[in-house]
């Protein structure tokens, strides 16, 4: 699990990040985990505003 904060692009807050999950709607095959069969994504939530935006795991 990656320590790195992500930065809200609506209001320029640090995001939480509170989940993982696999995304299988991936067209690109380079993102896709071969174990999981999708591609995993960090889910970060911005405790300002709300929005919630999801970034590939590293
Ligand atoms: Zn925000």
New binding site residues.
Partial sequence: MSNRRMI?P????E?NQHATKIDYDVDDPALIDPVFGGAIKEVHT?P????TELRAAE
């Fill in positions: 809200c609506k209001c320029g807050a995001m911005c300002k505003c709300g929005r």
